[in-house]
DNA sequence: GTGAAAGCGCTAACAA
DNA sequence: TTGTTAGCGCTTTCAC
């Protein structure tokens, strides 16, 4: 691979010139055609690396989260991507599955790479291993209050949907959540319900469920209740997910839906930018998420001074589905 | 932030003494304990843009799709970044929207930055850009004959769809496909379909759709089609995108599914690890495809001199669901 | 406008 | 084993 050392040689020039040229300060037009030439013939390309080494400036953002395979993390990488790329970072993509070492080994590699920045959704906690001076935003979650978040208001999605399920007078309110899933984003999404549904007086019961085993027992129980009860029930799951297995497993059974049972998720899944759900879902504003915390992460990589911790909330929205009534 | 040379004078050794113990050669033990403290008080993290300056190993793999909101794209990519990392490399993810201009400037940074290789699933010709000899290898399609090639075998995936349509003993069997998704790729799958009905004696339909539009002009008559007739149908459409919208869209019409309409989709869509659609399909083998694409690049990033440019059809397989019967 | 030369932080060859 | 030193390919003074 030539060098610029090669292209000045073959344009006889020097490589001051050609690194001039190459970023776009005046040369002498005759030394523009012939290092242009020189460039073509020798078919040389610019080492970013070494130009880096230089200039200590890397176009490179890190992204960790848990997954990708997930309508709500490909949805989220999709806009993370869309507005890094416009303002010209490229993102490094890397895939947490929530597992800890991997977290610390990939803000590791950021810190060696001297990546421009860090974007993380991570549960664990991640931002206490970062030494150096990398800007880093967190999305959903942050729990030591040194680096900026970005979240969705969890906890006024749980009161929406109190609110929705509540609008449509059913006699039975369930919060649906499951155990092995206790973060703090999904605990604010039940106490949203929670707090909406006491504040207005409706009885509401919570149930737990495993949702790694697709938990029968509990599933059967609550489908035993609904078919010999004359009365209509109103569920809000904590995520799109289980509200997707809820829907199947009811349906089997020959529950009508949205006739006896209606169904809230939470996140609002869509598979891609045009194709939805049928769930019923308070939906996360995912572009708005994304382009928020990327314009913070932009502040903080512009200028190296900006050190001020924000809290952003987004606002979240009941996306009717056709697991609801109206 | 501190460099080798700060951590060498704090500790009373040589540079080289601080490298060769940052990369796991032999130091005597009284100078790896001072180095080692000395790294830490000065918060010293090792330069890899320098190292690879010197070394010119990148671990950087750019990951070119056309998207990566949609559930194969997602599985794709997960799979990918998961053997990367195995392999100990990190993945820029490129997402092209399939815009050539954007496919290029990919490929321009990609030999920049002198990553070392590229993994691609582009519908256009990308490969004909890249002017280096880093490694490529290409996913679903690649026309230039230059690059290897990852595919699922789609061909015999349109003759599976027919063969189990044909099991089923339907009275009329439709292709659909879209106008305007006309790649190389979506004809081996209509041709797949196509021959073996041709080969076994089956009478056939072909339907063309404008899928972006949702075209509600061609489904309709479908829809009067079916519901006037007494006979039963098996739709072969040409993605799961598409089988979910004609599953929707009939349903919503009163026609019952399977019993009056079977309908098999192509890709295998799954939300997440586990979680899958509904709609039966010709599920492609997403991890192996990106298993066999990893290992490929593997090799030829390994060995230069590699250059054996491999084809190789991943199989394919019918995954029943809700839209068929059995 | 241009060129010589220093140096970014590291590795590797060589000598000690 | 360890230290000295010469680059890797580029940008950036600073004379000219």
Redo the contacts with the bound molecule.
């Keep these: 691979?030539s060098?610029?050392?090669d292209v000045a040689r073959e344009a006889?020039?020097?490589?001051?010139?050609?690194?001039?040229f190459?970023?776009g300060?005046?040369?002498?037009p005759?030394?523009a055609k012939e290092i242009d030439s020189a460039i073509k013939k020798l078919n040389?390309?610019?080492?970013n690396a070494?130009?880096f080494?230089?200039?200590?400036q890397s176009a490179f953002v890190v992204f960790v989260v848990p997954s990708v395979w997930s309508p709500f993390f490909s949805e989220l990488t999709f806009w993370v991507q869309k507005y890094l790329d416009e303002l010209g970072y490229k993102m490094v993509l890397c895939v947490s599955e929530n597992d800890y070492q991997k977290e610390k080994s990939y803000v590791t590699m950021a810190e060696e790479q001297r990546v421009a920045g860090i974007l993380s959704i991570s549960y664990s906690d991640l931002t206490s291993h970062v030494h150096s001076d990398i800007p880093l935003v967190s999305i959903e979650k942050e729990s030591t209050a040194q680096f900026s978040l970005v979240s969705s208001d969890n906890y006024e999605g749980g009161k929406i949907a109190a609110k929705e399920l509540n609008k449509r007078k059913l006699d039975n309110l369930i919060f649906i959540g499951s155990a092995n899933h206790n973060s703090v984003e999904m605990n604010a999404r039940k106490a949203g319900f929670i707090d909406y549904c006491n504040n207005h007086g409706l009885k509401f019961e919570i149930v737990e469920i495993d949702s790694r085993k697709k938990d029968k027992k509990v599933i059967d129980s609550l489908i035993q209740k609904i078919k010999s009860a004359d009365t209509s029930y109103g569920i809000f799951a904590h995520t799109d997910e289980l509200a997707l297995v809820l829907t199947e497993e009811f349906q089997e059974a020959g529950i009508k839906i949205p006739e006896q049972v209606q169904i809230i998720g939470f996140d609002g899944w869509q598979l891609t930018a045009d194709t939805q759900l049928t769930v019923s879902s308070i939906r996360q504003n995912v572009e708005e998420i994304a382009k928020e915390a990327v314009d913070q992460l932009h502040k903080e990589m512009e200028n190296p001074n900006y050190k001020e911790v924000s809290r952003l909330m987004i606002p979240i929205a009941f996306r009717p589905g056709d697991t609801t009534k109206n």
């Design positions: 691979m060098s610029m050392k006889n020039v020097s490589v001051a010139t050609v690194s001039n190459l970023n300060k005046k040369v002498r005759k030394a040389y390309v610019r080492n070494a130009r080494l230089k200039t200590q």
